[in-house]
């Protein structure tokens, strides 16, 4: 059960270098929400591995910030785009 | 007199729902949180029929269409779990062949164009771009003459119409 | 047992997403590995939760959480790419294009 741990820490590492060298805007937004599904998974593997599923409100909670700040922040890029 | 009833009778539906979704979710039948989350049910229900139509009684609360829409699931799970290792198999190889293709949708309803455009984006190979009375989609590996929407347009007529 | 191999597939089902979106080329085919990466990991391993806990409180709750990523995250991955298609990122080795990118570049 160990090796979960390691496979999603190294996924989640890919992600975050995607991040850092995205070239454009959207690169950078899908990795970010990317990395936030990686939290709730992380969070869901918890409440499995030890058994304790209060894990899961967190989740939750998580689930419902990552989807509000995506589509605010990429609504709010689009009419800046519309601007310029 | 007829449309006020069917209009209250939405209103009310869409507020079961709501409140079966809160004691689902509290999971406890106090006296204080049920009498809160019918506070709370009916302000958004008031909220949600006064900026939106929203129907839906018209989904769930007919054994019908509650058989369609079991068809539907099952339909899409299949469909799911073959894109998914068709996605798998592309991201380990690493040849693709992307194509933007336009997909022109057979309902009437609005609530129908929301059904097909999520049930394209969820699964893994096709995500909707952009969206005027017909749909552009993305694909990760197009070939001519391929159906990109799996079916979606014929199985979910029958949920929506 | 069978959840331990289901929790296995979906961490696996992860990591092939992550390499596909760092591997791949454009915008819009790294929202396909994020798809794959949303409902291969997130929502199995919820799903395995539910099983794992049936007839207790966190079952309901892990089955509400699958039906609301369900709901949300087309709408999270559609905003995306539809800002990316607005702000005039082009995709890139097209073998068809009905959008017309080249076209349609300034009136929207």
Redesign the interface.
């Known amino acids: ?1 160990i ?2 741990w390691y ?2 820490l ?3 590492i ?2 975050f ?2 991040f850092l060298i995205g070239p ?4 950078r ?3 970010l ?2 990395l936030g ?2 939290m ?2 992380f969070f ?2 918890l ?2 591995v030890n ?1 304790a ?2 894990y ?2 967190i ?2 909670t998580f ?2 910030l ?2 509000i700040g ?2 605010a922040v ?2 709010w ?2 009419g800046k ?2 601007e310029r | 007199m007829s449309s006020f009833l069917k209009q209250s009778l939405r209103q009310i539906s869409t507020f079961l729902v709501i409140y079966i ?1 809160w004691i ?2 509290t ?1 406890s039948l106090d006296v204080q949180e049920l009498a809160f989350g019918f506070v709370v049910s009916i302000l958004v229900s008031v909220f949600i029929h006064k900026y939106t139509d929203f129907k839906i009684v018209d989904y769930i609360f007919n054994p019908f269409k509650i058989f369609n829409i079991f068809i539907y699931a099952i339909v899409f799970l299949i469909v ?1 779990i073959q894109s ?1 290792l068709s ?2 198999k592309a ?2 190889t ?1 040849n ?7 997909i022109t949708p057979e309902f009437n309803s609005d609530m129908g164009l929301v059904l097909l ?2 049930s394209i ?10 969206i005027d009375k017909n749909l ?1 989609v ?1 694909c ?1 590996n ?1 070939k001519k003459g391929d159906k990109i929407d799996y079916f979606f347009n014929k199985y979910g007529r029958r949920v929506v119409d | 047992m069978i ?2 191999v289901l ?2 597939i ?15 080329k454009d ?16 929502m199995l ?2 799903i ?2 539910a099983i ?2 049936v007839g ?3 079952s ?3 089955i ?2 699958v039906i ?22 082009e ?9 017309g ?1 080249n076209k349609l570049k300034g009136e929207v």
């Open positions: 059960m090796l979960v496979i999603i190294a996924s989640a890919l992600v270098v995607r454009t805007f959207a690169d937004m899908v990795a929400d990317v599904q990686m709730i998974l869901v593997f409440a499995i058994s599923p209060m899961l409100d989740a939750l689930s419902l990552l989807f995506t589509v990429s609504k890029i689009k785009g519309k | 979704a689902l979710f999971y799911e998914h996605v798998a991201i380990i690493g693709i062949s992307p194509a933007i293709v336009r455009a999520n984006t969820l699964t893994p190979g096709t995500v909707s771009v952009s552009y993305h990760l197009y | 959840s331990e929790i296995y979906a961490a696996i089902s992860a990591f092939i997403g992550a390499i596909g979106l760092f591997r791949f915008c819009y085919t790294r929202i396909h590995a994020a798809t794959m990466i949303s409902v291969g990991g997130v391993a919820l395995v939760l794992e806990t207790t409180v966190y309901v709750k892990a509400l959480i609301f990523f369900a709901l949300t995250n087309p709408v999270s991955s559609h905003a995306i790419v539809n800002c990316a298609h607005r702000m005039g990122i995709p890139k080795n097209l073998t068809r294009d009905d959008l990118h």
